[in-house]
């Protein structure tokens, strides 16, 4: 586990009052490209459920996105 990966899970502890997954998407972002083209080392994090990242007809709880945004 490198540095960067350990600090952005310790400071979202307190926020969310749990402690974070830190694991393997098994979909696709854009980070893909941020580090695959510029080697910039990338955080993944949103809310909802991972069987829902774009899926069809895709949901997140209300829930889930305002104990996210008290991370950003």
Known sequence: TTAWRRIG???T????KARP???????STNGVSIMGR?????IGFGPGAE???HAPNEI???QDLV?????Y
Not at 38 to 42: D, F, R, T
Not at 67 to 71: F, G, I, K, W
């Open 60 to 62: 997140t709880w209300k």
């Open 13 to 16: 502890v307190e926020m969310r």
């Open 51 to 53: 069987a829902q990242a």
């Open 21 to 27: 997954l830190t694991d393997k998407w098994t979909f």
């Open 67 to 71: 104990t996210c945004a008290a991370v």
């Open 38 to 42: 510029n080697g910039i080392p990338c």
């Open 9 to 11: 899970a310790e400071d």
